[in-house]
């Protein structure tokens, strides 16, 4: 089945650090750009943020005002994965997180996961 498998969720308190990791399974990752997403499982209302994204080749990034200068996207298409460093964690930022491709960053639709989940507390 193609589809990203999200991991490295947790528990951690605020002010912590996670690093998340998206495998591509089923196709080949370095043929799209790769975004993150999150959902906040307390607000089924609100769609998915798109959070972060990086091009095929990792020479361009960009990310949400939210997460801007504490997360950092990255990949390696040789293992097929992207990841999502995430440094000082704030209670805000628990949510499922997810990742998707598409041929830009603008037109992210396909291979969802089941996502990972981020807890951020005390």
């Known amino acids: 089945q193609e589809q990203f498998v999200e991991s490295g969720g947790g528990l951690v308190q605020p002010g912590g650090s996670l690093r998340l990791s998206c495998a591509a399974s089923?196709?080949?990752?370095?043929?799209?750009?790769i975004g993150w997403f999150r959902k906040v499982r307390q607000a089924p209302w609100k769609d998915r943020e798109r959070?972060?994204?990086?091009?095929?080749?990792?020479?361009?990034?960009n990310y949400a005002d939210s997460v801007k200068g504490r997360f950092t996207i990255s990949r390696d298409n040789a293992k097929n994965t992207v990841y999502l460093q995430m440094n000082s964690l704030k209670p805000e930022d628990t949510a499922v997180y997810y990742c998707?491709?598409?041929?830009?960053?603008?037109?992210?639709?396909?291979?969802w996961g089941q996502g990972t989940h981020v807890t951020v507390s005390s």
């Open positions: 089923g196709f080949t990752a370095n043929r799209y750009a």
């Open positions: 998707a491709a598409g041929p830009t960053c603008d037109l992210l639709h396909k291979y």
């Open positions: 959070i972060s994204c990086i091009g095929r080749s990792g020479g361009s990034t």
